[in-house]
C-alpha cells in the first residue's frame, strides 16, 4: 500500500508549540511531521485556544459548523508545513492559561462540554459534513479529551477508522450520569459495554470501547494497563481487547535535543567529544551557585512536581544518605513546578545544603536543556511512567538515567548489571526510597570508573530515538485498520 493513499485526521487538545502540558503535545506536534515525511496526507485539528490564536496570524476561514452543543468557526493555519484545524467557539477563545486547569489549579467545570463540542466538531470534519473538501480515512484521536470521537463515530454508517492512543489512563474524563444527559449525548452509548462506567459516564472509555485500534506510547505500559496496579479500573476492558491494544515507544525531536548543535549549552559536543561535557556541568554548578566540584556526581531532575514522578522519593533517598553516609561526594539539581508540599520540601532541602543542592520553581526551557548538558545522572523515580521522554533527552546528551522499571522507562534503560556493551543507565525494580538511595551510591561509585561511564554514555548516545522510526510503526497500524475495512 502506498503511503500518500493514507488520509489522516490528527485530534488532540495540545500541539507544541502553540500549546502544551505535557508529553501530548510533544507527540501531536512531531509525529505528524513524520508522517508527512513518509508521504502521508495528514491534518491535524484542536480547540481554538485564546493563547493559540492570540501568538500566530489570523488563520483562514473554513466553514461554520452547526453542532447539537452549539456553532463554531472552523478556520485553517499551519504548522511546520501540516496543515491545523482550529476549531474556534466562546468556550475555548474566551480562556487563557492552561487548557484544562483554572489558576485554582482545578479543572475548569465546563471541560466536559467544552470537550464534547470539540469531539462533535472533529465528527462533523471527519465526514466531509464541513465542506472542508477533504475526508480523512482515519481519525487518531489522542487520551480523554476526544474520547468520545470513536464512540460518536461508531454511531454512522461509513465513517472512518478510529486509533485512540492513551498518553495517560490515569486522566480519564469521568462525569456524572446527570452532566451526561445535560449534554444531550446518545443514549445507546450509555451503556456498559459503552460509556457507562461505574455509575458514571466516562470519555476515555469511549475510546478504548469503540476504536478499531487502541494504542499506548510505550511497548511495557500497553501490557501494565491490563493488570489492576495501572489499569485505572479500565483493565478489564483493556484486557478484554488486548488483540486491538499495542504500544509504540514515542520518540524525540532530535533537532532540538542535540548536544552537538545545541545553542542553549556551554559547550556542545558528540559521543566522540565526551570529554567536553565536563565543561557544562561547570556552566550549571556555576549558575546554580552549587559548589564547583567536577569529581563531585551531579544528579539532575526536571519534572513536575508530583507523587507520580517519585519526586518524594528523591527527598526522602537524599535525606537518608546524608543521615547514613554524609561523606558521599553528589549534588542535586532541580527544575520543575507542581504540588506545594513537594516544593516546601524541597526548598526546606536546598536550604539545608545550600552548595549542593539548587532547585528552581519554573518552566524554563534552556536550563531544563543546561541540566541536560550539566547533569552526570538523571533521576525518573516514577511510580508509573507511559513513555517518558526526559530519559531519551538525557541518552542524548550522555547523561545516564536513574529510572524506575515501569512503563517506557523500562523499554530504553538498560541496567549496567546488564553488560557494559548494552548499559546505558539504572534501573530500580519498583518506586522505593531506599532502593533509589542505594542506587545514587551505586551511580556515585561506578562514576570514579571514568572508562566504564565513558562506555555507557556511548552506549547512550547511540540510541535511535527518531520519529521516523515510530512513524513507520503508526504507518503499518493504519494500513492494517484500512486494509481489514477494504477500504485500500
Not at 507520580?308 to 532541580?334: H, M, R, Y
Not at 508540599?341 to 539548587?358: G, S
Not at 545522572?377 to 541518552?395: A, I
Request: negative net charge.
Amino acid at each position: 500500500m502506498k503511503h500518500n493513499d493514507l488520509h489522516i485526521l490528527f485530534a488532540c487538545s495540545e500541539l507544541t508549540p502553540w500549546v502544551k502540558t505535557g508529553g501530548l503535545a510533544d507527540v501531536c506536534g512531531s509525529l505528524p511531521r513524520a508522517l508527512q515525511q513518509h508521504n502521508v496526507d495528514v491534518r491535524v485539528v484542536i480547540p481554538g485556544y485564546k493563547d493559540v490564536l492570540d501568538r500566530i496570524q489570523p488563520p483562514a476561514f473554513v466553514a461554520l459548523l452547526n453542532l447539537p452543543l452549539g456553532t463554531v468557526t472552523l478556520c485553517q493555519s499551519t504548522l511546520n508545513g501540516v496543515d491545523v484545524l482550529l476549531v474556534n467557539h466562546e468556550l475555548f477563545t474566551n480562556r487563557t492559561g492552561n487548557p484544562y486547569m483554572s489558576d485554582a489549579d482545578r479543572p475548569w467545570p465546563d471541560n466536559a462540554l467544552r470537550f464534547a463540542l470539540f469531539s462533535q466538531a472533529v465528527c462533523e470534519i471527519a465526514n466531509r459534513a464541513s465542506e472542508t473538501e477533504w475526508q480523512p480515512d482515519l481519525v487518531h484521536c489522542h487520551d480523554w479529551q476526544t474520547g468520545l470521537i470513536p464512540a460518536l463515530l461508531s454511531l454512522q454508517i461509513d465513517a472512518p477508522a478510529t486509533v485512540f492512543t492513551i498518553h495517560n489512563l490515569a486522566y480519564q474524563g469521568n462525569i456524572t450520569m446527570g452532566e451526561y444527559h445535560r449534554l444531550h449525548l446518545p443514549e445507546e452509548l450509555l451503556v456498559q459495554d459503552g460509556l457507562e462506567f461505574w455509575g458514571q459516564a466516562s470519555f476515555i472509555k469511549g475510546g478504548i470501547a469503540y476504536a478499531d485500534r487502541i494504542n499506548t506510547v510505550s511497548p511495557t505500559y500497553a501490557e501494565e494497563i491490563t493488570d489492576r496496579e495501572f489499569g485505572c479500573g479500565m483493565e478489564g476492558l483493556l484486557l478484554h481487547r488486548r488483540g486491538s491494544l499495542s504500544g509504540i515507544l514515542n520518540g524525540i525531536d532530535l533537532q532540538t535535543w542535540n548536544p552537538a548543535t545545541d545553542q542553549h549549552i556551554a559547550c556542545n559536543y558528540t559521543a566522540d567529544t565526551i570529554e567536553l561535557k565536563a565543561k557544562n556541568k561547570i556552566d550549571l554548578q556555576k549558575q546554580l551557585n552549587l559548589a564547583p566540584e567536577p569529581d563531585a556526581l551531579l544528579f539532575g531532575v526536571i519534572s513536575r512536581l508530583a507523587i507520580q514522578k517519585g519526586i518524594d522519593l528523591v527527598i526522602e533517598a537524599f535525606k537518608k544518605i546524608e543521615s547514613d553516609t554524609p561523606d558521599q561526594n553528589f549534588q542535586l539539581a532541580l527544575l520543575g513546578s507542581g504540588d506545594s508540599t513537594l516544593q516546601a520540601q524541597l526548598e526546606e532541602l536546598a536550604d539545608a545544603h545550600p552548595k549542593r543542592v539548587a532547585v528552581v520553581f519554573d518552566f524554563d526551557e534552556k536550563l531544563s536543556h543546561k541540566i541536560e548538558a550539566g547533569a552526570d545522572v538523571f533521576l525518573m523515580p516514577s511510580r508509573y511512567e507511559p513513555c517518558g521522554l526526559n530519559q531519551m533527552y538525557s541518552h542524548r546528551y550522555g547523561t545516564l538515567p536513574l529510572v524506575t522499571r515501569v512503563g517506557g522507562l523500562a523499554d530504553t534503560v538498560n541496567d549496567y548489571t546488564d553488560g557494559l556493551d548494552s548499559a546505558n543507565g539504572f534501573v530500580i525494580e519498583s518506586a522505593d526510597a531506599t532502593l533509589l538511595g542505594s542506587e545514587m551510591l551505586n551511580a556515585v561509585e561506578r562514576f570514579r570508573d571514568k572508562a566504564g561511564w565513558h562506555q555507557m554514555q556511548r552506549n547512550a548516545m547511540s540510541a535511535d530515538y527518531s520519529w521516523a522510526e515510530s512513524a513507520s510503526h503508526y504507518i503499518r497500524m493504519y494500513s492494517d485498520i484500512l486494509e481489514e475495512r477494504n477500504v485500500i
